[in-house]
Each structure stands twice: as C-alpha cells, then as structure tokens.
C-alpha cells in the first residue's frame, strides 16, 4: 500500500497554546465513494490560530483533543470502489466541510449552511495537518497540471473570496470597494478584477497593507481616517472617481466602522456583502440601507461551484495565489509557523506534511511590500 513506511503524525492542540505531535493509525476508508489523500501542504487559518490561542469560536469548544487545519492539498493514495473521478496520483485540494446531503438547506443547493456540516478542524472534528486525510471524493478537486500543491492549499481561501465576490453580483465595467486588505480582502480584490470590475478600491488603517494591495489586485487604494463614516464614504468616493457610489461593497473587515462607511459607499440599487466576521452586534446605518434599496447578503465559508472556479482562476493566472506566500515549514515546525501568523510576520505560511521534505525551511527573500503587510496584517485569518 502507498502508506507503507509512511508517517501519519497530527499536529494536536489539546487546550489554548498547549499541542503536541501525535503518530496516529492511519484512516481508512469508509465508503466506496471516499478517497485516501497524503496531505502535502496546509495553509494556517485565521481561525486554526484562534483554536490555538482561546480553545473556542464561539459555541465552538475544544473539549477533546483536536488536529488543527483545514487549508490543504494533497495526492491520492487509495480510492474507494465506486470512486470514477480520481485515480491513485492525482494531486487535489481539498474541500474540508462535508454535508449530510439530505436536509432542506442541502437539497436547496445551500449545502454550505448545512446544520449537520462536519468542517475540519470544527470540534468535534479533526483538521488536515496530519500524514493521510479520508474525504468523499467529490470534495477533493483534481489539480490541472499547472497549478502546483502549495499553491492547491491556497484554494480554500481563494473558495472563501470567490463565494463572497459572487454574491456582489459584479458585472463587467463595474465597480467594486473591498474594506479590508488582509488575505480575505486581498483575495475578494483579485477575484473582483478577474469579474471584469473596472475599478477596484481596497480600503484599510495601514499603509503597508495597501501598498501590498496596490501590487495585487487592487486599482485605486484609500487610507481610512479617524473621521465620521459618512466622510470616509464621501473621500472614497472622491479618491477612485465613483459617481454616485460603488456598484458593489464587500467587507472582509468585520469592523464596525468599516461597515459602517460601507453602507455609504454603495450606490443606490447596489449590493453589499458582508464577508468579514467581528463583534456579535454592532451600530448599522439601517436608514441607509433602506433609502438606497440595497441589496445585503451575508457570506459563510463556500459553496457549489466555488472550488472549481477558484481552480480555473489560478489555473488561467487571473488570480496569483502565490504572491500571498512569504514561505514553507516543515511540518515539525507548525507551532513556529503559527507563532508566526500571530504575530503577523507573514501573510499566509504553508507547513508542509509530516512525509513531504522541505529544502532550508522558512523562505525568508520575500518582497519589503509583503513583509510590511504581514506585520500591519497581524495574522488576521481567511474566513
């Protein structure tokens, strides 16, 4: 069997800033339609760094013991018997929340709000950083030969970009501000562009972030002020030449003043989404919303389609996934690499699996725009 000699090591958190290394069996598969995957990168969530810190999201607890991640890629080591898609080799990204398939919201094509979702790295559920990772198959999405594995661990949050971005419903020559420049924000910009949107506005606190920005995805930038919402509004509109407002708004944010100034920024008969997560309840410009008639969406995780669009856009080089990476740990290096994103010395890090080899650890050449808005970013997560 491909797994022979192979070491199925899981990256444990036990209780906040307490993990350890654990040699676990490796899974085995359950259905005829699951399939067997070596994990060869994990990227570390906004969330995984959460779990670390706090034990909780929420009602989310850590009560037992839990393997951490879920932004991953890997290569099949075994397929179930009714598996027709994949085939033992194949490299994939994997989708890591699985649905029951039968309720109301999955039957509705809503399978992302699914109340019975079992996501990685979720308690009561195990995350990715481990040797061998079992998944239906039809959540693990074949690479094209042109993307490569790391850039494979990169999908989940370009999957989270590309849900938030299509609920905008952006139309070519549009034009579209993203609150918010951490990877999330970063990543709805470029996927924006790829839409077809003519400007696009990323808006921050912190120079460097926007400056990075700048070199992404984004064609005008505007630095928030300590001001009233509205006068933010009024100078974005100002700075990217936006007429009567912007046809779409994104926040990846989650801050209240941030939303705030959005609800200002969209035009009359725009859309606003709401993709960043913050405080429970927050002071909302409601006249705003119902004067302009705009049309709000909120925006959790992914869902149909979204993984396979993620793919073509880094497989067409619409969307340099790349770019956010300042570089790869070992796998015995995952606590060092979280400590990392916590204290915000790079964008996004992959650790690489507990069998794959990594040639002089961290990659320390990276460009003085992204080191800086690493720093200023201070390891704010994807979803």
């Not at 999908?155 to 034009?175: D, F, N, R, S």
């Not at 004067?291 to 993620?310: H, N, P, W």
Request: proline content about 5%; overall charge negative; charged content about 20%.
């Amino acid at each position: 069997m491909a797994t022979d000699g192979k070491s199925n090591l899981s990256f444990v958190l036990n209780k906040p800033l307490d993990v350890c290394f654990q040699d676990k069996p490796v899974p085995e598969i359950k259905t005829p339609h699951d399939v067997l995957v070596a994990i060869n990168y994990t990227g570390i969530c906004g969330s995984d760094v959460h779990y670390w810190l706090h034990g909780a999201i929420g009602h989310f607890v850590v009560k037992d013991p839990m393997v951490l991640g879920h932004e991953s890629a890997g290569t099949i080591v075994a397929v179930g018997d009714a598996v027709k898609t994949l085939s033992v080799g194949d490299r994939v990204a994997l989708e890591p929340g699985y649905p029951c398939r039968r309720c109301v919201q999955c039957l509705s094509g809503h399978y992302n709000l699914c109340p019975d979702m079992q996501f990685a790295a979720t308690p009561p559920y195990d995350g990715t950083l481990t040797g061998f990772w079992t998944a239906p198959a039809d959540f693990c999405y074949k690479l094209p030969e042109t993307v490569s594995l790391q850039e494979g661990a990169l999908i989940e949050p370009l999957a989270v970009a590309v849900h938030i971005t299509k609920q905008a419903k952006i139309q070519p020559g549009q034009t579209v501000v993203v609150m918010g420049a951490g990877p999330v924000g970063l990543l709805c910009a470029a996927v924006a562009k790829a839409y077809g949107a003519s400007k696009v506005v990323s808006v921050d606190i912190i120079q460097s972030k926007l400056d990075f920005a700048k070199s992404f995805a984004a064609t005008h930038t505007y630095l928030s002020q300590r001001v009233s919402p509205e006068e933010n509004a009024r100078n974005i509109i100002a700075a990217a030449d936006l007429g009567e407002g912007a046809d779409a708004v994104i926040d990846a944010s989650g801050a209240e003043p941030s939303i705030q100034a959005a609800l200002h920024v969209v035009r009359q008969g725009g859309h606003y989404v709401q993709g960043g997560m913050g405080k429970d309840n927050i002071t909302f410009p409601i006249m705003a919303l119902c004067i302009k008639e705009v049309t709000a969406s909120g925006s959790f995780r992914y869902g149909s389609g979204d993984y396979k669009l993620a793919i073509q856009l880094v497989e067409q080089g619409k969307v340099d996934v790349k770019k956010l990476v300042n570089g790869v740990v070992a796998f015995k290096d995952a606590e060092e690499a979280f400590k990392k994103v916590k204290e915000g010395e790079v964008i996004k890090i992959l650790i690489a699996g507990p069998n794959e080899k990594v040639e002089g650890g961290l990659d320390t050449s990276v460009d003085e725009k992204k080191l800086e808005a690493a720093k200023a970013n201070g390891g704010s997560g994807c979803c």
